[in-house]
């Protein structure tokens, strides 16, 4: 605000300019996460079923889970939605209500556009699709909180464990899961699925990878696991020369051969002594700070410095 005072010449400085605004990464206090696939299914089944909250109905909300995850929409945009918003496999937003000021359409995935579309059918054309004050509390997510809770409930009923993470509004790492977090979860789950990360950023609508890449998307362990199991073994993708062993062997000998700092080997050359003329006749009568480098390319030895070598 006081940037566009000075701008607009209301007045003459910026009396803040000279303040400089804290680290956010330092002071993180409600942090989100993604629903895994799981959680979101039993969030669902049991939402459907549940009682009104937010003056919504479990199916109303059953609903605007389902879309939030799928569309990665924010809470203001969903709340602007009415059944003419649907339409051609996709929904829009209008640009009063988007967060870049841009009317956008959101393709919708093919599961989810019949089963739409006959929820949709009976509502008033005009009206908002989830109508009252909810989108207030889109941050505090109260009623998601409760679904949440009964989600889990269910879950712990059919053998789930109490002490995993599955589930909770706010999970042992301290990653919450309010309202705002379902977008979290649509755009983790496009990055997962393995598309384009710049046709991710136009799907969730970002100025920037960077915050696609790092605010939007997370992993656990299974995608770890996934990366670490997909690098190649470098001894199975790699022929390892019998002549290439036995220098390196011989490398790593100690004794005599070390005292004379070789930086290329001839396994069939007769045994090296430690001597200026042998070391000469080992190398074609050149010196062997200038013999030129073998070519299997073993580091050249540094003057005052013994043979290092990493192999055991």
Known sequence: FARWLERDGRIQTNPLKHLQG?????????????LSHEEAAWLLRTTRQAKTRWNLSGIQRFW????????????????????????????????????????????????????????????????????GSWVKNRYGGKGLKKDLLEARQAWLAQGG?????????????????????????????????????????????????????????????????????????????????????????????????QKTRLISIDTTAPKVVASETTRKQAFGGVSPRIQAIHPARFELATPGLGNQCSIP
């Not at 804290?22 to 993604?34: Q, S």
């Not at 990360?197 to 696609?212: G, N, Y």
């Open 64 to 131: 605007l889970y389902r879309v939030a995850m799928a569309t990665g929409l924010r809470a203001s945009e969903l709340a602007s939605l009415t059944p003419q918003s649907f339409g051609g496999g996709q929904v829009t937003v209008e640009a009063a209500y988007a967060k870049n000021r841009r009317k956008d359409s959101i393709p919708l995935p093919v599961y989810l556009i019949r089963e739409l579309a006959e929820w949709l059918a009976p509502l008033p054309a005009n009206k908002p699709v989830w109508p």
């Open 161 to 257: 464990d109490p002490e995993a993470d599955t589930l909770l509004w706010k999970d042992s790492k301290g990653l919450f899961v309010d309202f705002h977090a379902l977008r979290h979860t649509a755009v983790t789950w496009a990055v997962a699925s393995g598309a384009n990360i710049k046709a991710v950023q136009s799907f969730a609508r970002h100025s920037t990878i960077t915050l696609t890449l790092d605010r939007y998307t997370t992993t656990n362990q299974g995608d770890l696991k996934a990366v670490v199991e997909g690098v190649k073994d470098p001894l199975a993708a790699t022929e390892f020369d019998s002549t290439v062993s036995s220098t390196v062997s011989l490398l790593c000998q100690k004794g005599a051969i």
């Open 22 to 34: 804290k680290n956010v990464k330092l002071d993180r206090r409600h942090d989100r996460r993604a």
